[in-house]
């Protein structure tokens, strides 16, 4: 089998992917941006062939690639980046080169288009917000008359919480299409409660090989609007009815042999429409896996290894590693900020969680406005033990 791996050495950690390919005997051929001196020792090892482009985005660099590598190694039987930023260059590319083992340019709206996935959820009997595509003020004024104030605003198409806004009155709608950024967006009712999200790698048949449930208290967008610090840990199981309700979507959506990262509100009171307090109501789809480092999190929180998971599903289209139920615990992400003046400082934070820390760094700028600049990942038994290891971080002076 020849699998191409878009960006591999983005997140670092993704050369995890390519590695449990390597032991099922993929030929995996690497294309990304970073110079092929400065990927990791780890990630060097598990490709057979890396081939550097100037810039990811330029499609005619990416089908040149491919060309080389289809001509080097015969047809290409599998290509993926599991980056919601190279979804559709995914797409394209397996169009032009015809491979059949993802989504092609025709299948790939659902999985981009915050717009089109209301009628797959709705398929899938899943309630979601009301929603409006925005065109103009007029026709913005005229949709809230049906939901009232406040309303929430996004990129039909988009990666993160950027440039996403609540609109609270009059004024801010206005302030809004006056600055609004040149690209489509939707405008949704405002849906009051945590984010969930439904994580899972999913077989041929769309059945899932793994399942897992993270937790987000404040948004994303919240997190990167406000400079927050950035908390959020997953789960030592999937509550019944988000997995429920997780299984439809992926159905609904005819999600095949991906790994998939879905997220939901979890009403915080009864929402005529949608639900009851603590229903969980569909958010937006993400085809690839959760942002950042959070696999490695679903990792610690399981005792498992998804990136091999993952690499089975491709190579066999099956799990071949055990679930350890009886390990299951939380895995606590806390994302600190350069400038609050924090009362335990990295020492202090290691004398006291080092036992249990899963992992810590520094993150990169381009993921630090979702997720924190320092980061500590922690293992925990009990949601008590959550909040305290959250206070200890966050305490400032």
Not at 38 to 64: C, H, I, Q, T
Not at 122 to 128: F, K, Q, R, Y
Not at 373 to 382: G, K, L
Request: glycine fraction near 6%.
């Amino acid at each position: 089998m020849n699998f191409i791996f878009i960006s591999p050495n983005f997140p670092q950690t993704y050369w995890h992917f390519c590695a449990g390919l390597r032991r099922h005997g993929v030929t995996v051929l690497g294309i990304g941006d970073a110079p092929y001196d400065g990927l990791l020792p780890e990630l060097k090892s598990s490709l057979d062939e890396y081939y550097k482009v100037d810039d990811l985005s330029d499609y005619d660099s990416l089908f040149r690639a491919v060309a080389y590598f289809s001509f080097k190694y015969g047809k290409i039987d599998w290509l993926e980046s599991n980056n919601e930023a190279w979804l559709e260059s995914d797409a394209r590319l397996r169009t032009d080169f015809n491979i059949t083992t993802g989504v092609n340019t025709k299948q790939i709206s659902p999985f981009k288009s915050k717009a089109v996935q209301k009628k797959y959820y709705a398929l899938a009997g899943v309630p979601t917000a009301r929603q409006h595509k925005v065109s103009d003020i007029d026709a913005a004024r005229e949709f809230i008359k049906s939901t009232g104030y406040p309303v929430f605003v996004k990129p039909e198409v988009g990666v993160g919480a950027a440039a996403s806004y609540i609109i609270s009155n009059a004024a801010e709608l206005e302030r809004f299409f006056a600055s609004k950024p040149d690209v489509p967006y939707v405008m949704e009712e405002f849906v009051t409660g945590d984010i969930f999200s439904y994580d899972a790698i999913v077989d041929s048949k769309s059945r899932p090989l793994f399942e897992s449930c993270t937790h987000f208290p404040p948004s994303m967008a919240d997190i990167a609007n406000n400079n927050l610090d950035c908390l959020y840990y997953v789960l030592p199981t999937v509550p019944e009815q988000l997995r429920e309700r997780g299984r439809a979507t992926v159905k609904a959506f005819k999600v095949r042999s991906r790994f998939v990262h879905l997220e939901f509100f979890c009403l915080n009171c009864d929402r005529p429409g949608l639900g009851k307090k603590g229903d969980f109501v569909g958010l937006e789809t993400n085809m690839r896996p959760a942002g950042g480092y959070t696999p490695d999190m679903m990792n610690y929180a399981h005792a498992t290894d998804v990136y091999q998971i993952w690499a089975d599903m491709v190579a066999l289209d099956k799990r071949l590693l055990p679930e350890n139920p009886a390990d299951d615990h939380y895995c606590v992400w806390y994302g600190r900020r350069d400038n609050p003046p924090y009362v335990h400082n990295h020492d202090a934070v290691m004398a006291e969680y080092g036992p249990r820390m899963a992992m810590h760094g520094r993150l990169p700028d381009v993921l630090s406005s979702d997720l924190g600049n320092d980061f500590y990942a922690i293992h925990a038994r009990s949601k008590a033990e959550l909040e305290k290891f959250r206070k200890y971080l966050g305490e400032t002076k």
